[in-house]
């Protein structure tokens, strides 16, 4: 019998964050581990009319980049490159693609060479580059969950019991209220943010951890409510390319394509990465930033809403969307924002503002530990 709760997520993200229609093309992409989920997007899919395209993977593959241990050991340079050409047309001509965390093995990749991840990574741009592209124009409704799996559950420090009730409980589908209507009203609450934060220019962001300062100056704050992630819970936009100033560390541990980067700190000038530091796997850190230019600036400066989600995870999705913590990514920015960055990579660095913390906005205090008090 499936869990009750899997079945709410499947119909919340068809009916709500995907809002697949007749005759939409969508594909789900997953490991083996989410097949619940996969199976109950399916029928959902099937139901309204849509068709269903499933790119499933085993234990620790990416479906699109490739990239597990075996292909980075094995494969030769002229395959590292190739492009991933089925992802790509289905990113042009497809209506939705929602994709499943669901790793059973999310270190699989711990050992491998940075420079042939970056590689890869280069060679697979233009899937994200499209996703963000037409994304931003309304064309193509991506969204991105995850299914709580043993994999997840360890990074987590918790049990899969633990880990699915944390998990569920972040998307509201683990109870009788209406988890639609619950996101409805993250969409109200944080339109009011997003207005308020309109027409802006100068912020200034105080931490503990956090002395930075950044223009939004003619950028778009974007209100995440359910319809890209799930969980959600945040307003982002795509600060000034250069107009990041600062040093900030980063106390959230990170895990990216497997590899797990501690204790990062940054230094901004004119909104380029000058300087940086990592007390775990500086390598990699490192080596992703020397991705392309693009890697060395910031694509997307956030602020997590969802007071469900308090504990780190070690998974991007979740933490970023801590309420009471900000996050800053590392290259690609999304376009719809008017952030002009463009890189392979997207990599998002959480730090918490839960504690003695300020955000500024044109001199204005805007938040304060943890809370938006506009």
């Given at each position: 019998?499936?869990?009750?709760?899997t079945?709410?997520?499947?119909?919340?993200?068809?009916?709500?964050?995907?809002?697949?229609?007749?005759?939409d093309?969508?594909?789900?992409?997953?490991?083996?581990?989410?097949?619940?989920?996969?199976?109950?997007?399916?029928?959902?899919?099937?139901?309204v009319?849509?068709?269903?395209?499933?790119?499933?993977?085993f234990?620790?593959?990416?479906?699109?980049?490739?990239?597990?241990?075996?292909?980075l050991?094995?494969?030769?340079d002229?395959?590292?490159?190739?492009?991933?050409v089925?992802?790509?047309?289905?990113?042009?001509?497809?209506?939705?693609?929602?994709?499943?965390?669901?790793?059973?093995?999310?270190?699989?990749?711990?050992?491998?060479?940075?420079?042939?991840?970056a590689r890869?990574?280069?060679?697979?741009?233009?899937?994200?580059?499209?996703?963000?592209?037409?994304?931003?124009r309304?064309?193509?409704?991506?969204v991105t969950t995850?299914f709580?799996t043993?994999?997840?559950?360890?990074?987590?420090?918790?049990?899969?019991?633990?880990f699915?009730?944390?998990?569920?409980?972040?998307?509201?589908?683990?109870?009788?209220?209406?988890p639609?209507?619950?996101?409805?009203?993250?969409?109200?609450?944080?339109?009011?943010?997003?207005?308020?934060?309109?027409g802006?220019?100068?912020?200034?962001?105080?931490?503990?951890?956090?002395?930075l300062?950044?223009?939004?100056?003619?950028?778009?704050?974007?209100?995440?409510c359910?319809?890209?992630?799930?969980?959600?819970?945040?307003?982002?936009?795509?600060?000034?390319?250069?107009?990041?100033?600062?040093?900030?560390?980063?106390?959230?541990?990170?895990?990216?394509?497997?590899?797990?980067v501690?204790g990062v700190?940054?230094?901004?000038?004119?909104?380029?990465?000058?300087?940086?530091?990592?007390?775990?796997?500086?390598?990699y850190?490192?080596?992703?930033?020397?991705?392309?230019?693009?890697?060395?600036?910031?694509?997307?400066?956030?602020?997590?809403?969802?007071?469900?989600?308090?504990?780190?995870?070690?998974?991007?999705?979740?933490?970023?969307k801590?309420?009471?913590t900000?996050?800053?990514?590392?290259?690609?920015g999304?376009?719809?924002?008017?952030s002009?960055?463009?890189?392979?990579?997207?990599?998002?660095m959480?730090?918490?503002?839960?504690?003695?913390?300020?955000i500024?906005?044109?001199?204005?205090?805007?938040?304060?530990?943890?809370?938006?008090?506009?």
């Amino acid at each position: 019998m499936m869990d009750p709760r899997t079945e709410r997520m499947a119909t919340l993200l068809i009916q709500y964050s995907a809002s697949i229609r007749p005759g939409d093309r969508v594909l789900i992409e997953a490991e083996t581990a989410a097949e619940p989920l996969v199976r109950a997007l399916f029928e959902r899919t099937l139901e309204v009319g849509g068709h269903p395209f499933l790119a499933i993977s085993f234990a620790g593959q990416d479906t699109y980049t490739g990239f597990d241990d075996s292909f980075l050991r094995l494969a030769s340079d002229a395959q590292v490159d190739q492009a991933a050409v089925w992802h790509e047309k289905a990113y042009e001509e497809f209506a939705s693609r929602i994709r499943i965390y669901s790793s059973s093995n999310t270190r699989i990749l711990m050992q491998s060479d940075p420079a042939r991840l970056a590689r890869r990574q280069r060679a697979v741009a233009k899937v994200l580059r499209t996703q963000m592209e037409r994304g931003g124009r309304g064309e193509f409704r991506w969204v991105t969950t995850i299914f709580p799996t043993l994999g997840h559950a360890h990074d987590s420090d918790m049990s899969l019991s633990e880990f699915e009730a944390y998990v569920f409980g972040g998307c509201h589908v683990d109870g009788e209220a209406d988890p639609v209507a619950h996101w409805q009203e993250v969409r109200a609450r944080q339109d009011q943010l997003v207005a308020a934060l309109a027409g802006r220019d100068q912020v200034e962001i105080r931490s503990p951890d956090c002395d930075l300062t950044l223009s939004i100056r003619d950028r778009t704050f974007v209100n995440a409510c359910g319809t890209h992630n799930m969980p959600d819970g945040e307003i982002f936009t795509g600060p000034v390319e250069s107009s990041v100033d600062g040093r900030v560390r980063f106390s959230f541990p990170l895990i990216h394509k497997g590899h797990e980067v501690q204790g990062v700190e940054l230094k901004f000038e004119k909104g380029q990465v000058v300087a940086w530091s990592a007390e775990r796997n500086q390598e990699y850190l490192e080596q992703m930033l020397q991705t392309d230019p693009g890697a060395r600036y910031l694509g997307e400066f956030g602020v997590g809403t969802n007071a469900a989600l308090q504990k780190p995870t070690r998974n991007i999705l979740l933490d970023e969307k801590i309420g009471g913590t900000i996050h800053l990514a590392l290259g690609a920015g999304y376009p719809d924002t008017g952030s002009h960055n463009k890189s392979a990579i997207h990599w998002d660095m959480i730090c918490d503002m839960r504690r003695d913390s300020e955000i500024r906005v044109d001199g204005e205090v805007v938040y304060r530990d943890g809370d938006f008090t506009i």
